[in-house]
């Protein structure tokens, strides 16, 4: 095989890896926003680089190049999920480190709220967010009245960075108790 062989080879090999990571990224993008997680994540990245010197055999030239397993389990991949009113209930007894977040109006929140609610208005989220809730990857259910702000601030705390989002629709669904004042 030439030397002109190999490097239109490599080029070809190189050309195609850097093509389906695009479309993984893409597909990966796609997902994360939609909500929907792969079942199965990739474990590594396999890049393949051809010898530049051109003497050996392109495939005796091939190297992975591998992501620690322990890195890929200590990042955590910025998500949302839709949960029921009552899966709700049982996370806030079960667990003791949460964040319950309000994301209704001031006047709405005072009328009625749920014990422990912390009040970060929906059309302040993206201002308030960083320096209120520090912390991306702690657990967060998010509410407001009827479900539709709550799924926007959710979806902006996402786009943010926060890594454990929940968003559980509006208080007029909450069956259990709340407070005034």
Request: glycine residues 6%.
């Amino acid at each position: 095989m030439t030397q002109k062989s190999k490097l239109i080879i490599g080029i070809g090999v190189f050309a195609l890896v850097i093509t389906g990571a695009a479309s993984f990224y893409h597909m990966s993008s796609k997902q994360a926003e939609s909500g929907i997680v792969p079942a199965e994540q990739p474990n590594s990245i396999v890049a393949y680089t051809p010898d530049r010197q051109g003497e050996s055999d392109l495939q005796e030239n091939i190297t992975p190049l591998q992501t620690e397993e322990s890195e890929m389990q200590d990042r955590k991949t910025p998500e949302y999920r839709k949960i029921t009113a009552e899966e709700a209930k049982t996370m806030m007894a079960e667990m003791q480190n949460f964040i319950l977040l309000d994301v209704r109006t001031d006047v709405e929140y005072k009328e009625n709220r749920i014990d422990g609610a912390i009040l970060i208005p929906d059309t302040e989220m993206s201002t308030r967010a960083e320096t209120e809730l520090p912390d991306k990857n702690a657990l967060i259910l998010v509410y407001c009245r009827s479900g539709r702000r709550s799924q926007d601030a959710a979806n902006e705390l996402v786009k943010m960075g926060y890594t454990n989002v929940y968003d559980f629709g509006g208080i007029i669904d909450w069956p259990f108790e709340t407070m005034s004042g």
